[in-house]
Nanobody, 126 residues
Framework: EVQLVESGGGLVQPGGSLRLSCAAS????????IAWFRQTPGKEREAVSYIDNSDGSTNYADSVKGRFTISGDNAKSTVYLQMNSLKPEDTAVYYC???????????????????WGQGIQVTVSS
């Protein structure tokens, strides 16, 4: 059984930083792409960033480019999302999700994400 567990969320002031972690188990890490999504009430889920663990290819939403960095530690089966220069509009519940396969730098189709974490709150406020 695949499990994804997010950690590292919380409250931070605008301009601050947080690092989210997504610890994966029950899967062969290199065979999966891991993405971060976020969602706020009344809005559609937004893809934030993704990494193909087989070759380290990454991609980012325009809204976070230059501020967020995704990385993977294959030895720990964990993906990180370093979030810098946070803005109030980054406030959301953040989810990590796993898609089996190799996608290079292309975003996996939403239907390819078979496994999701429980989500973690990130609040950016003064």
């Amino acid at each position: 059984e695949v499990q994804l567990v997010e950690s590292g969320g919380g409250l931070v002031q605008p301009g601050g930083s947080l690092r989210l972690s997504c610890a994966a188990s029950g899967l062969t890490f290199d065979d999966y792409a891991i993405a971060w999504f976020r969602q706020t009430p009344g809005k559609e889920r937004e893809a934030v960033s993704y990494i193909d663990n087989s070759d380290g290819s990454t991609n980012y939403a325009d809204s976070v480019k230059g501020r967020f960095t995704i990385s993977g530690d294959n030895a720990k089966s964990t993906v990180y999302l370093q979030m810098n220069s946070l803005k109030p509009e980054d406030t959301a519940v953040y989810y990590c999700a796993a898609a089996f396969g190799h996608y290079g730098s292309m975003w996996p189709p939403l239907d390819d994400y078979d496994d999701w974490g429980q989500g973690i709150q990130v609040t950016v406020s003064s």
